[in-house]
């Protein structure tokens, strides 16, 4: 009888358990983010790690910087990971965050091809490089998408005294993320702006190469902000704030250190600075 008894018990204390870590493991949050830190592989890098530490899953909806702050302000991600400064300053003005952390940082690159028609390689000016792409009207590729990337360029075309449209022949605006408008570069042999770590991580380069790079200008911030639960009450606000804390902890950092393509670092953590 006693044997039975604890033998129900043990039975129920199993059930209990295992339906409490079917619900531990169902917890989850949405992130948008950038083309960029999907498909240079980072999310894949950082997030088993994140997800073995809190039993968080994240789904990640990758889309250009513009659309990843749209879907935060309709209440659609819990967290947005972005690298476009002026546009989340923004986005925590209007209310939809309370602050704007700093996560980590690499580099913009100016990819073009070998031939080089417009006589920019080596060139450590940006503005400089765009104005003589745009004086040889050698074909240059744009993303178009209204993404941090896409609006770095259009600075950079602003600070060269360059207006650009897809009306001029020369330039071409894909609509695209970072990965499809660097294949398009590739088929048309053009000039294009990347984020270093896409970069490192496309293989169907064809003739393309990095003709210029290290301007200060080319500096690349990402920034990760909590959606406002006061702008959607629905918000995985604890969920999501677990996700800032560890990317932002040393044990996050570290991990975003240790992402590396090729033997190269991708990305570079400044949470603390």
């Known amino acids: 009888m006693n044997r039975r008894f604890i033998l129900k018990i043990s039975a129920l204390v199993v059930l209990v358990l295992s339906q ?4 531990y493991a169902q917890k989850s949050i949405v992130v948008s983010s950038t083309t960029s830190t999907e498909q240079s592989g980072l999310f ?41 400064k002026v546009a989340e300053e923004k986005f925590v003005n209007e209310g939809f965050a309370s602050k704007r952390t700093e996560v980590m940082y690499n580099d913009f690159v100016l990819i073009g091809p070998k031939s080089d028609p417009a006589k920019i390689n080596g060139g450590k000016d940006i503005q400089v490089a765009l104005k003589k792409i745009a004086d040889s009207k050698s074909t240059f590729v ?11 360029e259009l600075r950079y075309w602003k600070g060269a005294g360059v207006e650009v449209s ?84 040393k ?15 991708l990305f570079f953590p400044n949470a603390s600075k």
């Open 166 to 249: 897809a009306s001029q022949a020369w330039y071409k605006e894909t609509g695209s993320g970072m990965g499809p408008a660097l294949n398009t570069a590739s088929g048309m042999n053009g000039y294009i702006l990347s984020d270093r770590a896409t970069w490192l991580t496309f293989k169907n380069r064809g003739d393309l190469a990095i003709l210029v790079q290290g301007d200060p200008k080319l500096f690349n911030q990402y920034g990760v902000m909590l959606v406002h639960p006061r702008k959607h009450p629905h918000v995985k606000h604890v969920e999501g704030q677990a996700f800032i804390d560890w990317i932002t902890s």
């Open 251 to 265: 044990d996050g950092q570290d991990t975003i250190a240790s992402y590396k393509v090729g033997g190269e670092q």
């Open 20 to 23: 409490a870590g079917v619900s």
């Open 44 to 84: 894949k890098h950082l997030l088993p790690a994140f997800e073995k530490k809190t039993g968080i899953q994240v789904k990640v909806v990758a889309v250009g910087t513009g659309q990843a702050l749209d879907i935060g302000r309709r209440g659609d991600a819990d967290v947005v990971f972005v690298h476009d």
């Open 142 to 152: 744009s993303r178009g998408d209204k993404s941090g990337t896409h609006a770095a």
